[in-house]
């Protein structure tokens, strides 16, 4: 029997094989399969509805695919293995934040609940790290969603993952909230964490990654090297798989 | 300590700080159940009945009703911005979720009935002093028995639209036993009958109890899944 409760070594951070998901005829994600090197950034675009934030459920292991494997972090992911979920951290467009509560006692909170051995410490650290501590002691329910976002990363990276998902993180910020958050991925990428990102946004999707793919009607349309793709030609076949909800497989960006 | 207590821990100082914050749940637990036991003060004629044969079922409604208003906040808030998502990516076992929340439920709920049993007492006339110990206990076997299923059904029924219409709908029958006993205990004990002659009920309320922490601890893995 495999013993799922502990890491095998690889090359790569992430690798999917054949993964399927289908909720009764639907399927959200339909055998995608690729491997994301440690320290890669891979930009993944797709129309809405195409079963990005499916894929991130299920390497993430919030929801079980239907079919086929995932490795994350060496850990095969299931559901229930909390090994898995400390090499991760996860930023999508709610904030996973208590409106109630000031931003350290968030973060202290969720420091606690990743096992930290110093919370409160490592809470102020994270919180000047996105430059919010003078804001440390108000409401989260005041902040902007520029800020929310910061703070999304803040608890995100507060227990230092290897490994970020990050489920559109541009959405309704506005060009300098957007600005903000691209310096603190591009400075979490040169610290060598291996990010996967699903994303709108093209320019700032191609800018900071290593890779990218397209998923449309639930599979990888492709998924390829950024040296290896031409920028118009990618924007061209996205919004066209965008408008028309499908692709025709083969045709390349190059 | 443990990894685990200190998760179960981190969830109910979560959910005091909130509380002691936006004071939401408790008083509208209280003003609900104080409305309740008004409301029947109104509407039982105390010369014809006495106090002590109605009083223990408008406890327990008033308990219970005020309870489901608390229970329903009570995931609602983790739902809120997607808190759940963030505490199940966090590496915990689901069941230090679920005692959390049971925890929290169980105190905001006995901190409330601590509160209206005094107003009870002088609403009704009747002296608990001399009672206090015995129904203390039986207050307790009985809320830790509706929390316990009500936490676990109120993480159910917080994913659905209708969950302020679904979880008292889903929770009520499950408590006839939990109910039932409590309120024969709670009679029993103002008839000034001794603790040592109910421990049947205290056994089958205890039993209940129980049952669904057990059931709740195989359950909620599966219940928190989307």
């Known amino acids: 029997m495999v013993d799922n409760s502990k890491p095998s070594p690889s090359d790569n951070a992430i690798e999917v094989r054949q993964l399927r998901k289908e909720f009764g005829v639907l399927k959200a994600v339909d055998g995608v399969s690729f491997d994301l090197k440690h320290g890669e950034f891979l930009s993944i675009f797709g129309p809405n509805g195409a079963g990005k934030t499916t894929l991130i459920k299920i390497l993430t292991g919030l929801t079980r695919p239907s079919s086929g494997t995932a490795r994350v972090a060496g850990y095969e992911v299931e559901e229930g293995i909390p090994a898995m979920r400390r090499e991760i951290g996860v930023i999508s467009h709610s904030s996973a934040l208590y409106a109630d509560l000031t931003p350290l006692e968030n973060l202290i909170f969720f420091g606690k609940m990743y096992g930290l051995e110093h919370p409160q410490e490592s809470a102020q650290t994270a919180l000047e790290d996105v430059g919010l501590a003078p804001r440390r002691h108000d409401r989260v329910r005041t902040f902007s969603r520029g800020m929310l976002q910061r703070l999304s990363i803040a608890r995100a990276i507060l227990h230092e993952p290897s490994i970020l998902f990050l489920d559109e993180p541009f959405t309704g910020l506005d060009i300098h909230a957007s600005n903000v958050l691209k310096e603190h991925l591009q400075t979490l990428h040169n610290k060598k964490r291996t990010i996967l990102m699903t994303t709108h946004d093209v320019s700032c999707g191609l800018e900071m990654c290593d890779k990218v793919a397209l998923q449309v009607m639930g599979q990888f349309a492709f998924f390829e090297d950024i040296k290896d793709i031409v920028k118009e030609n990618f924007e061209t076949l996205y919004f066209d798989a965008v408008r028309n909800n499908q692709f025709t497989m083969g045709i390349r960006p190059h | ?226």
């Open chain 2, 1 to 226: 300590m443990n990894l685990f207590l200190s998760q179960v821990s981190a969830i109910v100082w979560k959910d005091f700080v909130t509380e002691l914050k936006t004071r939401e749940l408790f008083s509208a637990m209280f003003i609900f159940a104080l409305l309740v036991i008004l409301i029947f003060i109104f509407s039982v004629n105390l010369s014809i009945v006495k106090a002590s044969e109605v009083g223990p079922g408008i406890l327990w409604v008033a308990f219970l009703f005020s309870g489901t208003l608390g229970l329903n906040r009570s995931f609602v808030l983790e739902k809120e911005n997607g808190c759940l998502m963030g505490l199940m990516l966090a590496p915990a076992d689901r069941t230090a979720i679920y005692f959390g929340k049971l925890i929290s439920n169980l105190v905001f709920l006995s901190i409330m009935e601590l509160f209206i049993l005094p107003l009870f007492m002088i609403f009704f006339n009747i002296d608990l002093i001399e009672y206090l110990l015995p129904l203390l206990l039986v207050i307790f076997l009985g809320t830790l028995g509706f929390c316990a299923l009500g936490t676990l059904l109120s993480s159910l029924a917080s994913n659905l639209k209708t969950r302020e219409i679904m979880l008292p709908i889903l929770l009520y029958p499950l408590l006839v036993p939990i109910v039932i006993g409590v309120v024969r205990m709670t009679g029993q004990i103002l008839a000034g009958e001794p603790l040592s002659g109910m421990m049947n009920w205290i056994g089958l309320t205890a039993s209940f109890d129980i049952i669904y922490i057990g059931v709740s601890i195989m359950t909620i893995d599966h219940i928190l899944e989307e």
